[in-house]
């Protein structure tokens, strides 16, 4: 099993740019969410889903997007990019006991 | 809100050293509280997971305990190693979302 598997690892954007990070995860886990890093704040909740076709906001969903079409996959958007968005972006998934596994993060800077 | 506290921020300590890495909420209705190990620019490893039904975990030199009515948590380290220095952190689990702590920064001291 590969797990939590997030691309890009790496990203710079423009201001106003769109883009997505993927997430997929392999291990039939119906619960997925998205998280961002910043220094001294801890981990934030931005959006998650608890199957395909159903999402939810978590903490700070603002200028984020999200679908789930399929089991494996939560795709996370930014429809426009703004500095306040650098951050190191995290992807989980949840088992079946509440146990939480994470991708290895995707580091964005917008500038 | 959920608020989630861990202190110290950081520690440094000789190798060889036990120790205890705190962790407290402010609601006590969680489903279960997780703790992680962060490397410098990696994801999160989950190291132990204690249920709320339950009052303490153990894997190897690792024991994580959870008292619900007071709102804390304690992972305890036996016999640290300089490879156990990272980042470490809880997360409360309240029905469909997760709470993070800020971390603590261990560095064990060859």
């Known amino acids: 099993n590969a797990g939590v598997t997030q691309t890009p690892k790496f990203q710079v954007l423009k201001t106003g740019q769109s883009m997505t990070l993927q997430c997929a995860q392999d291990?039939?886990?119906?619960?997925m969410s998205w998280y961002r890093q910043d220094p001294g704040m801890g981990l934030r909740l931005i959006h998650y889903s608890v199957g395909a076709g159903i999402t939810d906001q978590g903490e700070v969903p603002n200028g984020y997007n999200v679908s789930r079409s399929t089991t494996e996959d939560f795709p996370l958007r930014l429809l426009s990019a703004a500095p306040s968005q650098t951050s190191v972006y995290f992807c989980?998934?949840?088992?079946?006991?509440?146990?939480?596994?994470f991708g290895e993060g995707s580091r964005l800077t917008v500038l | 809100k959920q608020e989630v506290t861990q202190i110290p921020a950081a520690l440094s300590v000789p190798e060889g050293e036990n120790l205890v890495l705190n962790c407290s909420f402010t609601?006590?209705?969680?489903?279960?509280l997780q703790w992680f190990r962060q490397d410098p620019g990696k994801g999160l490893t989950s190291l132990l997971l204690?249920?709320?039904?339950?009052r303490e975990q153990t894997s190897g030199r690792l024991n994580a305990s959870l008292d619900k009515s007071s709102g804390r948590s304690t992972l305890y380290i036996a016999a640290s190693q300089p490879g156990d220095s990272a980042t470490y952190l809880c997360a409360v689990r309240a029905a469909n979302q997760f709470y993070f702590g800020t971390g603590t920064s261990l560095t064990v001291i060859p």
């Open positions: 609601d006590s209705a969680i489903y279960n």
């Open positions: 204690i249920q709320s039904s339950q």
């Open positions: 989980a998934s949840k088992w079946w006991n509440g146990e939480l596994f």
């Open positions: 291990m039939n886990h119906e619960y």
